[in-house]
């Protein structure tokens, strides 16, 4: 993040003897001649302008104003004796400095309603227009408190519950699926079903920075795009800013900054290259056990995929038929129509084991 200086304001102080709101820069309060306490922070001001008086701007800068140790009269640090009783300033207190005393808002402040009679003055005023008593700062609106959250405890049982009843089906589930009844079954009919994928070298679209484009890519077309966010300014980049804040520089004028970020836009672009994809699947199936792999007739810049082959066996007990899936052709070859096989059958009906009766 790169920190922007975009220029000084004047804070201001509120005396703690009258309540008087003075400018930040002045040193003792106009309205009972107090010296600013060491204490008293600077605020936020309701002036809306960038400061043009050097003078201030170079106070400023030069760093934060020192207490004198013998009166306590605030002094510039750039003083070699208090302006009010002359002491050395060597062992003065430094102002604190680099506090955020608030955002910065351009252009004319709100106005301030008198607590004492009601009546709304300027926002730069500092003392009532109809009955000429002090006027504070409003404070600013703190954000309404966060709505409460919904307690947790109710959402955690219905959790609870709701887990509990999962695992009782799972449970239920698995108790049915072991009780199984034994029955003997007859084969009826043996099938096989044989594919193979047809794969096709075809233009496959993907997107990539201009950078990093395969040296064989076609159809390439390219539109700006974020890539990457920095913290200092480059050529190419678009600056992000966010809003202005002020930083007290403890001397009665604030520093406005602004924290900006550098977003570096590049081609990303859209381009195709040839692939290998499945274009067609062809299949064959049959019974018996004499199972064939389809024949397939290959255009230019296509191959053959690696097949797959799927065996049933259908099985007969009783009314109920049962499809048994073999899964190597070894296995399949043993379902002979007719044959005879031992059948587990469970409680919903399925099959858990199939075995050739010997
Ligand atoms: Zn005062
Ligand atoms: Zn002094
Ligand atoms: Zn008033």
Redesign the pocket.
């Known amino acids: 993040m790169t920190t922007k200086e975009l220029g000084f304001v004047e804070l201001e102080w509120t ?1 703690p ?2 309540n ?1 709101r003075n400018p930040g820069t002045q040193t003792t ?1 106009s ?2 001649g ?1 010296p600013q306490p060491d204490n008293v922070q600077f605020e936020a001001a309701a002036a809306g302008q960038l400061l043009q008086d050097t003078e201030k701007i170079a106070r400023a800068q030069a760093g934060p104003d020192v207490h004198c140790p013998y009166c306590g009269a605030r002094n510039a640090a750039t003083a070699a004796t208090c302006r009010q009783c002359g002491g050395a300033l060597d062992e003065g207190a430094r102002r604190e400095a680099g506090n955020v005393v608030g955002a910065f808002h351009a252009g004319p402040p709100p106005d301030i309603v008198c607590a004492t009679c009601g009546a709304a003055n300027p926002g730069t005023a500092t003392t009532c227009q109809r009955c000429g008593a002090p006027l504070a700062r409003p404070k600013p609106v703190a954000s309404s408190p966060a709505t409460p959250k919904a307690s947790r405890s109710g959402g955690s049982w219905l959790i609870v519950g709701i887990v509990g009843l999962v695992v009782g089906a799972l449970a239920l589930f698995a108790i049915l699926s072991m009780r199984t009844t034994e029955m003997v079954g007859v084969v009826r009919e043996a099938r096989w079903v044989r594919s193979v994928p047809i794969e096709g070298l075809v233009p496959v679209q993907h997107t990539a920075w201009w950078d990093q484009l395969p040296q064989d890519a076609a159809g390439v077309s390219c539109q700006p795009a974020l890539r990457r966010t920095q913290d200092t300014p480059a050529d190419n980049a678009r600056e992000v800013c966010g809003t202005p804040y002020v930083v007290d520089t403890g001397t009665g004028v604030g520093r406005v900054v602004q924290d900006c970020r550098y977003e570096i836009y590049e081609d990303r672009c859209s381009y195709t290259v040839d692939e290998w994809r499945v274009v067609d699947t062809l299949e064959q199936r049959g019974t018996g056990f004499a199972p064939e792999w389809p024949v397939a007739a290959l255009q230019p810049r296509q191959r053959l995929g690696r097949g797959s082959e799927r065996y049933q066996c259908i099985v007969s007990a009783g009314e109920q038929s049962f499809t048994y899936q073999p899964r190597a052709l070894e296995e399949y070859l043993q379902c002979q129509p007719g044959s005879e096989w031992r059948l587990e059958v469970n409680s919903f009906g399925a099959l858990n084991s199939i075995q050739p009766l010997p």
């Open positions: 005396c003897r009258c008087t309060c309205g009972c107090a």
